[in-house]
């Protein structure tokens, strides 16, 4: 019943940023944890980067440094902010709502997906 539609993918050589958006058809604000998740192709879907609605974050050990999560509940937008792109970080990112209970991070719905493919 959520709708998220991710926007801001695209081609970018090897060290440059993109930022992807996430507009999400409900109050984000009613929502404990948003997420970014991506798979590569032949690859399995993984977490990349988590935000709860008390703005603790949570990022895969790859990614972490590069990549910075943020949440607009105003807009109900959620962003992903990557810098210093690897081609490695190819893949079809998808924006997700989930829980956060303690320190686990639990997501059940995501949205379409776009692309981003980082050259070398």
């Known amino acids: 019943q959520v709708q998220l539609v991710e926007s801001g993918g695209g081609l970018v050589q090897a060290g440059g940023s993109l930022r992807l958006s996430c507009a999400a058809s409900?109050?984000?604000?009613?929502?404990?944890?948003m997420g970014w998740y991506r798979q590569a192709p032949g690859q399995t879907r993984e977490f990349v980067a988590g935000?709860?609605?008390?703005?603790?974050?949570n990022y895969v050990d790859s990614v972490r440094g590069r990549f910075t999560i943020s949440r607009d509940n105003a807009k109900n937008m959620v962003y992903l902010q990557m810098n210093s792109l690897k081609p490695e970080d190819t893949a079809v990112y998808y924006c997700?709502?989930?829980?956060?209970?303690?320190?686990?991070?639990?997501?059940?719905?995501w949205g379409q997906g776009t692309q981003v493919t980082v050259s070398s």
């Open positions: 997700a709502t989930g829980r956060l209970y303690g320190s686990n991070w639990s997501f059940d719905y």
């Open positions: 409900v109050s984000i604000s009613r929502i404990s944890a």
């Open positions: 935000i709860s609605s008390g703005g603790s974050t």
